[in-house]
């Protein structure tokens, strides 16, 4: 069955730009999380959706946004971009999103360069 | 809130022999998930172990095995007969139910030829 997979790969925005990133998670996974990897702060957690309602939310500001779809994909997006914003952005799906008892599938992640 | 701490940001060890990166863990929820990924230099994350925090019994997967100590609030993982693919970023985890986990900073692992 196919894995997590994200879109686009790679890219490269100017500041003040906007990007918006996709996620389509393994087929019957209901829960799509993202996070952000840098190699000064590691991977912090953005947000987390289960059918199509964000159920969790870190400390990000509200320039990051996300979306989940009917079809449990999901987009992210970054308003105004700063250079702090380039780093590898990871998105996991997974059943139930009960992450104290499953595994977290990873996309291989969109790695954003802002300059 | 829940935290992770790898002490270790790099680790050396020889092909075939073990290594243990070692982790500790915070949480107030009784009821949590510690896990243990893979980050090759692609980026993608591989899981590789889970321990239940009501598990009574240490996790094993082939070559990985997580050594849990819950009253110290440990989650080190123990990787026998390293192997040169082993080389890679290491990081543990925990998981509550809110859709949410908590990684480490990671640990690099090279392994020696």
């Known amino acids: 069955k196919a894995g997590v997979t994200q879109t686009p790969r790679y890219l490269i925005k100017t500041r003040g730009q906007q990007v918006t990133l996709s996620c389509s998670p393994i087929s019957g996974h209901r829960s799509v999380s993202w996070y952000q990897q840098t190699p000064g702060q590691g991977l912090q957690f953005l947000f987390e959706y289960f059918s199509e309602t964000q159920r969790n939310k870190g400390n990000f500001p509200g320039r990051f946004s996300g979306r989940q779809f009917s079809n449990s994909r999901s987009e992210m997006n970054v308003s105004t971009l700063e250079l702090g914003d380039s780093a590898l952005y990871l998105c996991?799906?997974?059943?139930?999103?009960?992450?104290?008892?499953?595994?977290?599938?990873f996309g291989e992640g969109s790695r954003l360069t802002v300059l | 809130a829940q935290k992770i701490t790898q002490t270790q940001p790099g680790m050396f060890v020889q092909e075939k022999e073990a290594v243990t990166l070692d982790c500790t863990y915070d949480?107030?929820?009784?009821?949590?998930?510690l896990f243990w990924y893979k980050q090759p230099s692609s980026g993608e994350m591989i899981f590789l172990i889970y321990?239940?925090?009501?598990?009574?019994q240490n996790a094993t997967e082939g070559r990985y095995s997580l050594n849990f100590q819950k009253a110290r609030k440990s989650a080190n993982l123990v990787i026998s007969a390293s192997q040169l693919g082993d080389s890679a970023m290491y990081f543990c985890a925990i998981g509550t139910n809110a859709g949410k986990s908590t990684f480490g900073d990671g640990t690099t692992l090279t392994v020696k030829p």
């Open positions: 321990q239940g925090s009501y598990d009574q």
């Open positions: 949480t107030s929820d009784p009821s949590y998930g």
């Open positions: 996991a799906s997974s059943r139930l999103g009960a992450t104290n008892t499953g595994e977290l599938f």
